[in-house]
C-alpha cells in the first residue's frame, strides 16, 4: 500500500513537472525570471527544515562579518536565486545555438579550455553548486565540445530519464555516479571534457575531509584522485547573475597536477576557489544544503567514484 501511494505521488509531481516546463518555455524569458522568483520566495516561507538549514548555515559561514538582517537578505536571495536557477535549466529547449545563449550570457575565458583541451590529456570541468551551474553542460556541447557529467540515480525513472534527458542536450553525456569510473576515464583519454562539483556533502563515495569557512567538511576526492593519477587538466568556472538577470561564465586558467601531488592537498585547494566566488555572491551558492552534516569522527565509506 504504502509504494502504491508512493508511487501515486511521485506520477501526481511527475505531471506536475511536465505541465509547469511547458509553461516555463512558452514564457519569454523574462517573464518565466519574475515566475520563479515569486516561487523562491514562496518556497522561502513554506519549507520550514530547509530555511533554518539555509539560516544556520550563513550563520555559521558569515555571523561574525554579517548582522542578523544581512544573512536574512542573503538566505531570502539564495532560495529566489535558486528557484531562477532552475528555470534556466527548464528552459533548456528554447536554446537552439550557442547564439541564443549569448544574447544573456558573456563567456569570458574560453581560451583556457582550448588550450587546455591541447595538451590531449583530458579536461575536467569544474564548478560549483553556484548560480544556473547546470547550463555549463549545455554551452560547451553547443560550442562544439564532447561532453559529459555524473550524477546519482533519482528515485522516481520517469524523473530520472526526464533529468537525464536535459543533461544529454545537444550532444552531452550522462553517467550515473555508481557507473562511472570507467566511462570517465574513457571520456579523458579520448581528450574530452568531463563536468564535475565538489561542493557538497556526498559522504556515502569517496571523500576526503577539508576546510570550508573554517570548518571540516566531507567532500568528494574523485575528482582529485584522477587528476593525479591521468594528468588531466581541470579549468575552474562559475556562473554569476548580475542584478539584471544577465549572466557571465567565468572560466579560469587551468591547472595540473603530479602523481606524487596529496589528493586531500588538491581537493582542499580546487574547494577554496567555491570559497573565493561564494564569499564574493554568497546569495547565488545553495545554503540549503546541509553542508557540513558529515563529521571527521564518522568512518568513511570509501565506494568507486
Known amino acids: 500500500m504504502k509504494k502504491a501511494f508512493r508511487t501515486f505521488k511521485y506520477e501526481i509531481l511527475y505531471t506536475f513537472v511536465l505541465l509547469f516546463s511547458g509553461l516555463t518555455r512558452v514564457l519569454p524569458r523574462f517573464a518565466a525570471l519574475q515566475l520563479y522568483s515569486v516561487i523562491g520566495r514562496l518556497s522561502y516561507l513554506m519549507f520550514k527544515k530547509d530555511r533554518e538549514v539555509t539560516l544556520k548555515n550563513l550563520q555559521f559561514a558569515f555571523g561574525a562579518e554579517k548582522n542578523t538582517q544581512e544573512i536574512n537578505k542573503i538566505a531570502k536571495r539564495s532560495w529566489i536565486n535558486l528557484s531562477k536557477s532552475l528555470m534556466e535549466f527548464v528552459r533548456y529547449k528554447n536554446i537552439k545555438s550557442i547564439e541564443d545563449y549569448k544574447k544573456f550570457i558573456e563567456i569570458k575565458g574560453l581560451e583556457h579550455v582550448e588550450e587546455a583541451q591541447k595538451r590531449g590529456q583530458g579536461v575536467f570541468i569544474m564548478t ?65 571534457l568531463m563536468g564535475v562539483l565538489i561542493d557538497q556533502d556526498t559522504s556515502k ?5 577539508i576546510n570550508f569557512f573554517g570548518k571540516e ?78 563529521r571527521p569522527s564518522e568512518p568513511k565509506i570509501e565506494n568507486p567514484v
Not at 553548486?129 to 557529467?149: M, Q, R
Not at 536535459?166 to 552531452?172: F, I, L, M, P, V
Not at 566531507?218 to 575552474?236: C, F, Q, R
Request: with cysteine; net charge positive.
Open 128 to 192: 560549483s553548486h553556484f548560480g544556473p551551474f547546470e547550463i555549463c553542460l549545455y554551452i560547451f556541447a553547443l560550442l562544439g565540445y564532447k561532453i559529459a557529467s555524473t550524477g546519482s540515480p533519482l528515485k522516481y525513472k520517469k524523473l530520472h530519464d526526464l533529468l537525464v534527458e536535459n543533461r544529454s542536450r545537444n550532444g552531452a553525456e550522462y553517467f550515473e555516479r555508481n557507473k562511472a569510473s570507467i566511462k570517465m576515464l574513457r571520456q579523458l583519454k579520448s581528450g574530452n
Open 205 to 209: 563515495i569517496q571523500h576526503t575531509f
Open 217 to 294: 567538511c566531507a567532500t568528494p576526492s574523485g575528482p582529485a584522485t584522477l587528476l593525479v593519477k591521468t594528468g588531466a587538466a581541470v579549468v575552474p568556472m562559475h556562473i554569476i547573475r548580475n542584478e539584471d538577470d544577465s549572466l557571465i561564465l567565468e572560466i579560469q586558467p587551468y591547472r595540473t597536477y603530479q602523481k606524487d601531488d596529496d589528493v586531500k592537498a588538491v581537493t582542499q585547494e580546487l574547494h577554496n576557489l567555491t570559497e573565493e566566488i561564494v564569499r564574493l555572491h554568497p546569495d547565488q551558492w545553495v545554503w540549503m544544503h546541509d553542508r557540513w552534516r558529515t
